[in-house]
Protein backbone atom coordinates (compact mmCIF):
# COMPACT_ATOMS: atom_id res chain seq x y z
CA UNK A 1 0.00 0.00 0.00
CA UNK A 2 1.74 3.44 -1.19
CA UNK A 3 -0.80 5.18 0.36
CA UNK A 4 -1.58 7.41 -2.78
CA UNK A 5 -5.04 5.90 -4.65
CA UNK A 6 -6.38 6.51 -8.08
CA UNK A 7 -9.72 5.64 -9.86
CA UNK A 8 -10.77 4.53 -12.34
CA UNK A 9 -7.50 1.91 -12.64
CA UNK A 10 -8.68 1.57 -16.23
CA UNK A 11 -10.81 3.90 -18.71
CA UNK A 12 -11.65 3.13 -22.43
CA UNK A 13 -13.44 6.79 -23.71
CA UNK A 14 -14.24 8.42 -26.98
CA UNK A 15 -12.66 10.93 -28.60
CA UNK A 16 -15.78 13.49 -27.80
CA UNK A 17 -16.20 12.21 -23.89
CA UNK A 18 -15.53 14.03 -20.64
CA UNK A 19 -14.28 11.71 -17.81
CA UNK A 20 -12.06 12.88 -14.72
CA UNK A 21 -9.06 10.99 -13.03
CA UNK A 22 -9.01 11.31 -9.22
CA UNK A 23 -6.10 10.65 -7.11
CA UNK A 24 -6.20 10.97 -3.38
CA UNK A 25 -3.17 10.98 -0.62
CA UNK A 26 -2.97 9.64 2.31
CA UNK A 27 0.32 10.23 3.23
CA UNK A 28 -0.49 14.30 4.53
CA UNK A 29 1.91 15.48 2.18
CA UNK A 30 1.56 19.01 0.58
CA UNK A 31 2.79 18.37 -2.88
CA UNK A 32 0.95 16.21 -5.80
CA UNK A 33 1.76 15.31 -9.02
CA UNK A 34 0.39 14.40 -12.72
CA UNK A 35 2.50 12.34 -14.87
CA UNK A 36 2.28 10.40 -18.55
CA UNK A 37 3.33 7.18 -19.37
CA UNK A 38 3.66 6.43 -22.77
CA UNK A 39 5.17 3.43 -24.11
CA UNK A 40 9.01 3.94 -25.13
CA UNK A 41 8.99 7.28 -23.59
CA UNK A 42 10.46 8.79 -19.99
CA UNK A 43 8.08 9.45 -17.52
CA UNK A 44 6.69 13.04 -18.62
CA UNK A 45 5.61 15.40 -15.39
CA UNK A 46 2.33 17.23 -16.64
CA UNK A 47 1.03 19.34 -13.76
CA UNK A 48 2.65 20.07 -10.21
CA UNK A 49 0.15 21.30 -7.50
CA UNK A 50 1.68 22.94 -3.82
CA UNK A 51 -0.59 23.41 -1.24
CA UNK A 52 -3.41 23.35 -3.62
CA UNK A 53 -1.84 25.78 -5.72
CA UNK A 54 -0.70 24.57 -9.28
CA UNK A 55 2.81 25.71 -9.63
CA UNK A 56 3.93 23.97 -13.08
CA UNK A 57 2.07 23.26 -15.80
CA UNK A 58 4.79 21.69 -18.76
CA UNK A 59 2.89 22.86 -21.87
CA UNK A 60 0.32 20.44 -21.54
CA UNK A 61 -2.34 20.53 -24.12
CA UNK A 62 -5.75 22.28 -22.79
CA UNK A 63 -8.09 19.10 -23.30
CA UNK A 64 -5.99 17.84 -20.06
CA UNK A 65 -7.49 20.08 -16.98
CA UNK A 66 -6.20 19.73 -13.79
CA UNK A 67 -8.40 20.05 -10.09
CA UNK A 68 -6.53 20.10 -6.60
CA UNK A 69 -9.33 21.25 -4.19
CA UNK A 70 -7.44 20.36 -1.23
CA UNK A 71 -3.97 18.72 -0.64
CA UNK A 72 -5.32 15.11 -0.42
CA UNK A 73 -7.33 15.37 -3.61
CA UNK A 74 -6.21 15.75 -6.97
CA UNK A 75 -8.52 15.25 -10.41
CA UNK A 76 -7.45 15.61 -13.98
CA UNK A 77 -10.44 16.21 -16.14
CA UNK A 78 -10.44 15.38 -20.01
CA UNK A 79 -12.52 16.49 -23.10
CA UNK A 80 -11.69 15.90 -26.22
CA UNK A 81 -9.01 13.81 -26.43
CA UNK A 82 -6.83 12.13 -28.94
CA UNK A 83 -5.68 8.57 -29.44
CA UNK A 84 -2.29 9.65 -28.92
CA UNK A 85 -3.46 10.66 -25.29
CA UNK A 86 -4.03 7.34 -24.60
CA UNK A 87 -1.67 6.12 -21.97
CA UNK A 88 -0.65 5.07 -18.05
CA UNK A 89 -1.23 8.40 -16.01
CA UNK A 90 0.27 8.50 -12.77
CA UNK A 91 -0.50 10.39 -9.96
CA UNK A 92 2.15 11.07 -6.91
CA UNK A 93 2.52 13.51 -3.71
CA UNK A 94 5.35 13.76 -1.82
CA UNK A 95 5.67 15.79 1.70
CA UNK A 96 6.81 19.21 0.57
CA UNK A 97 6.80 22.04 -1.95
CA UNK A 98 9.59 21.66 -4.82
CA UNK A 99 13.09 23.28 -4.35
CA UNK A 100 12.73 21.49 -0.78
CA UNK A 101 15.13 17.82 -0.48
CA UNK A 102 12.15 16.02 1.21
CA UNK A 103 9.78 17.45 -1.79
CA UNK A 104 11.59 14.74 -4.22
CA UNK A 105 10.84 11.63 -2.53
CA UNK A 106 7.73 11.32 -4.35
CA UNK A 107 5.18 8.44 -3.71
CA UNK A 108 3.60 6.88 -6.55
CA UNK A 109 0.17 5.63 -7.28
CA UNK A 110 -1.27 2.93 -9.23
CA UNK A 111 -2.18 4.57 -12.03
CA UNK A 112 -5.26 4.90 -14.36
CA UNK A 113 -4.64 2.89 -18.23
CA UNK A 114 -6.34 5.26 -20.43
CA UNK A 115 -7.36 4.06 -23.94
CA UNK A 116 -8.68 7.14 -26.49
CA UNK A 117 -10.70 5.37 -29.31
CA UNK B 1 21.56 20.20 -18.86
CA UNK B 2 20.40 18.22 -16.75
CA UNK B 3 19.63 14.37 -17.54
CA UNK B 4 19.68 11.07 -16.37
CA UNK B 5 20.46 7.92 -18.67
CA UNK B 6 19.92 4.73 -18.51
CA UNK B 7 22.15 2.84 -21.33
CA UNK B 8 20.30 -0.55 -21.34
CA UNK B 9 16.45 -0.43 -22.44
CA UNK B 10 16.41 -4.48 -21.99
CA UNK B 11 18.38 -6.58 -19.93
CA UNK B 12 18.17 -10.44 -19.29
CA UNK B 13 19.25 -12.83 -16.11
CA UNK B 14 18.79 -16.05 -14.54
CA UNK B 15 17.06 -16.39 -11.33
CA UNK B 16 19.98 -16.50 -8.65
CA UNK B 17 22.21 -14.78 -10.75
CA UNK B 18 23.83 -11.51 -10.11
CA UNK B 19 22.33 -8.32 -11.38
CA UNK B 20 23.40 -4.73 -11.90
CA UNK B 21 21.31 -2.17 -13.72
CA UNK B 22 23.35 1.56 -14.60
CA UNK B 23 22.76 4.89 -14.27
CA UNK B 24 24.31 8.24 -15.74
CA UNK B 25 23.60 11.87 -14.40
CA UNK B 26 24.40 15.29 -15.66
CA UNK B 27 24.86 17.77 -12.74
CA UNK B 28 26.12 20.83 -11.78
CA UNK B 29 25.57 20.00 -8.14
CA UNK B 30 25.09 17.74 -5.36
CA UNK B 31 22.91 15.12 -6.96
CA UNK B 32 19.73 13.80 -5.31
CA UNK B 33 19.18 9.99 -6.97
CA UNK B 34 16.58 7.67 -6.79
CA UNK B 35 15.81 4.27 -7.95
CA UNK B 36 12.31 3.28 -8.41
CA UNK B 37 10.47 -0.03 -9.70
CA UNK B 38 7.37 -0.79 -11.71
CA UNK B 39 6.01 -3.71 -11.93
CA UNK B 40 3.65 -4.32 -14.63
CA UNK B 41 0.57 -2.26 -14.62
CA UNK B 42 1.48 -0.68 -11.54
CA UNK B 43 2.43 2.30 -10.17
CA UNK B 44 6.12 2.84 -9.00
CA UNK B 45 7.52 2.03 -5.75
CA UNK B 46 10.65 3.40 -4.30
CA UNK B 47 13.84 1.04 -3.97
CA UNK B 48 16.06 3.22 -2.27
CA UNK B 49 17.81 7.10 -2.00
CA UNK B 50 20.59 8.79 -2.13
CA UNK B 51 20.98 12.55 -0.71
CA UNK B 52 24.55 12.63 0.87
CA UNK B 53 26.67 10.41 3.24
CA UNK B 54 27.80 6.97 2.62
CA UNK B 55 27.98 6.24 -1.30
CA UNK B 56 26.43 2.81 -0.65
CA UNK B 57 22.75 2.81 0.00
CA UNK B 58 20.39 -0.30 0.80
CA UNK B 59 17.19 -0.28 -0.31
CA UNK B 60 14.21 -2.54 -0.33
CA UNK B 61 14.07 -6.09 -1.72
CA UNK B 62 17.60 -6.83 -1.02
CA UNK B 63 18.59 -3.76 -3.76
CA UNK B 64 21.51 -1.79 -3.25
CA UNK B 65 23.24 0.84 -4.91
CA UNK B 66 26.18 3.01 -4.92
CA UNK B 67 26.62 6.54 -5.92
CA UNK B 68 30.00 7.08 -7.72
CA UNK B 69 30.93 10.59 -8.29
CA UNK B 70 34.11 10.06 -10.39
CA UNK B 71 31.87 8.64 -12.75
CA UNK B 72 28.69 10.24 -12.56
CA UNK B 73 27.04 6.63 -11.88
CA UNK B 74 24.65 5.35 -9.65
CA UNK B 75 24.38 1.70 -10.55
CA UNK B 76 21.51 -0.48 -8.56
CA UNK B 77 22.73 -4.12 -7.62
CA UNK B 78 21.56 -7.50 -6.65
CA UNK B 79 23.51 -9.91 -5.39
CA UNK B 80 20.97 -12.89 -6.05
CA UNK B 81 17.90 -12.19 -8.60
CA UNK B 82 14.77 -13.73 -8.05
CA UNK B 83 11.91 -14.22 -10.64
CA UNK B 84 9.46 -11.61 -8.82
CA UNK B 85 12.30 -9.21 -9.89
CA UNK B 86 11.14 -8.96 -13.22
CA UNK B 87 9.97 -5.83 -13.55
CA UNK B 88 10.93 -2.32 -15.04
CA UNK B 89 13.51 0.05 -13.32
CA UNK B 90 14.03 3.73 -13.23
CA UNK B 91 16.84 5.63 -11.82
CA UNK B 92 16.16 9.69 -11.31
CA UNK B 93 17.58 13.23 -10.02
CA UNK B 94 17.00 15.62 -8.73
CA UNK B 95 16.51 18.35 -11.22
CA UNK B 96 16.24 21.80 -10.92
CA UNK B 97 12.79 22.18 -9.41
CA UNK B 98 11.58 18.60 -9.97
CA UNK B 99 12.61 15.15 -10.91
CA UNK B 100 14.19 13.94 -13.93
CA UNK B 101 13.54 10.38 -15.03
CA UNK B 102 15.75 7.43 -17.04
CA UNK B 103 13.65 6.08 -19.82
CA UNK B 104 13.66 2.59 -17.39
CA UNK B 105 15.34 -0.65 -17.87
CA UNK B 106 13.25 -3.88 -18.46
CA UNK B 107 14.56 -6.71 -16.78
CA UNK B 108 13.70 -10.26 -17.33
CA UNK B 109 13.94 -13.07 -15.15
CA UNK B 110 14.69 -16.49 -16.42
CA UNK B 111 14.19 -19.65 -14.24
Known amino acids: ETGVTQTPRHLVMGMTNKKSLKCEQH?????MYWYKQSAKKPLELMFV???????ENNSVPSRFSPECPNSSHLFLHLHTLQPEDSALYLC????????????????FGPGTRLTVL | AQSVTQPDIHITVSEGASLELRCNYS??????LFWYVQSPGQGLQLLLK??????LVQGIKGFEAEFKRSQSSFNLRKPSVHWSDAAEYFC?????????FGAGTRLAVHP
Open chain 2, 27 to 32: YGATPY
Open chain 1, 27 to 31: LGHNA
Open chain 1, 92 to 107: ASSQGPQGEVRADTQY
Open chain 2, 50 to 55: YFSGDT
Open chain 2, 92 to 100: AGRGYNKLI
Open chain 1, 49 to 55: YNFKEQT
